[in-house]
């Protein structure tokens, strides 16, 4: 339907023989680090704890109910509403682009990018291009006023939605060097416990010998041990002496080396290193706690920044000025089990503070009739099978009969 306004871009033609940054972004290249190897967005994605931290952000954050509102009212028949909540387009659902857009601001230093195709003003779907087709450039008298391109064709700066990481720099740059050496020490491992890197044992010979000699050493050697044999006997001839190897305390260090590297990649994306999977330090009293920090310190920041990307993208000026914004709903991360819901409801229900129906809402259950009433379950009348108050006027109270 809408094709025809996607291809009035012409495709912007780049060299691989004098690559900008943009296209060595693309190609994973981000230059060599203190460790000798090349970190770019995609070669720092294989490192698990990358990997993780940038799933557990992207994919919790587009988890959550995204709402239209004004005020304290939701405005579910705006288009935005229906974009955000089903498909942004034909082939992308709201789930799959608000992730992918998180994770390309983790990743990539230009931020999160996307264009809202827009219909009268109206918008009608939003395309998340892969990185580099959208090209941002800033005021450089220091207002920092975007000028957004698509593929060389330059966009109305309220039709796009960018999401930015903070100081300009996204969490895989700044941590480049903590990444290049989380990739040496997973290559290192590979190639120590690949029988490459040290062999089990050493066989010493205490005279001189002929070349016929060692081979039948190795042969007599590999005919107890190799092809996954162990345990058998081995004779040796010519005064030859075995001697296995031992790892170092340098190599003993190794794992305190990975665990540190793993630390340091969390404090650069501030995810609590369990949500890592680094359980070495969490314990039941404080897991709970660092789960808190992550919604908190971590998400609660790029929920902010994504809402006012949004805003901008989807709202007209008009729109804004009267006050409509996007929220996503934080009730979702912080539901507790089944039990903890149930004496909260009940808490808040007896301290008027809620009503059943509105309770009853949370859980994604219709209400009932009598259940819009601010009144204790627990106490008097209001308690099941309590018989309504009687009045009588006559009958004296306990202190007038004294």
């Not at 705006?78 to 789930?95: E, K, M, Q, S, Y």
């Amino acid at each position: 339907m809408f094709s025809r306004l996607r291809h009035l871009f012409t495709p912007e033609r780049k060299s691989i023989a004098t690559p900008d940054a943009s296209l060595l972004a693309l190609l994973g290249a981000g230059g060599p680090t203190a460790a000798g190897v090349n970190v770019g967005p995609s070669s720092a994605l294989t490192v698990p704890a990358v990997a993780c931290a940038v799933r557990a952000i992207s994919e919790a954050g587009a988890t959550l109910d995204v709402k239209v509102m004004r005020g304290a009212e939701e405005v579910s028949d705006h288009p935005a509403a229906a974009l955000l909540r089903g498909d942004v387009n034909d082939w992308t659902d709201a789930f799959s682009f608000l992730r992918d857009l998180v994770a390309q601001a983790l990743i990539y230093d230009a931020g999160g990018l996307a264009w809202v195709n827009k219909v009268a003003g109206r918008p009608v779907e939003i395309l998340h291009y892969q990185p580099g087709n959208i090209t941002v450039e800033y005021d450089p008298h220091g207002t920092g006023e975007p000028t957004y391109r698509l593929q060389g064709q330059l966009l109305a700066s309220g039709s796009v939605v960018h999401l930015r990481s903070p100081f300009g720099r996204a969490p895989v740059s700044l941590a480049r060097e903590s990444i290049g050496l989380a990739l040496t020490l997973d290559a290192h491992a590979a190639r120590l416990f690949g029988n490459g890197a040290r062999p089990s044992g050493m066989i010493t010979l205490k005279d001189k010998t002929t070349p016929e000699a060692l081979r039948r050493i190795k042969e007599a050697w590999q005919l107890a041990h190799g092809g996954g044999k162990s345990g058998g006997t081995a004779i040796l001839e010519g005064g030859a002496e075995y001697a296995q190897l031992a790892l170092s305390s340098v190599d003993a260090q190794f794992v305190e080396l990975r665990q540190g590297v793993i630390l340091d990649i969390a404090r650069a994306f501030r995810v609590p290193p369990q949500m890592l999977f680094d359980l070495s330090r969490a314990t039941w009293s404080n897991a709970e706690q660092m789960g808190r920090e992550f919604l908190t310190y971590t998400l609660e920041p790029w929920l902010r920044a994504l809402e006012g990307a949004l805003r901008r993208a989807l709202f007209t000026p008009e729109e804004r000025a009267a006050g409509l914004r996007i929220t996503f709903d934080r009730d979702d991360l912080t539901r507790a089990d089944i039990g903890a819901r149930a004496t909260a409801y009940s808490s808040l229900i007896a301290s008027r503070v809620l009503n059943p129906n509105e309770a009853r809402t949370w859980e994604g259950l219709p209400p009932y009739a009598g259940g819009d009433a601010f009144a204790n379950p627990n106490t008097g009348a209001n308690q099941a099978g309590a018989a309504a108050p009687q009045e009588d006027a006559g009958r004296p109270t306990n202190a007038e009969a004294v």
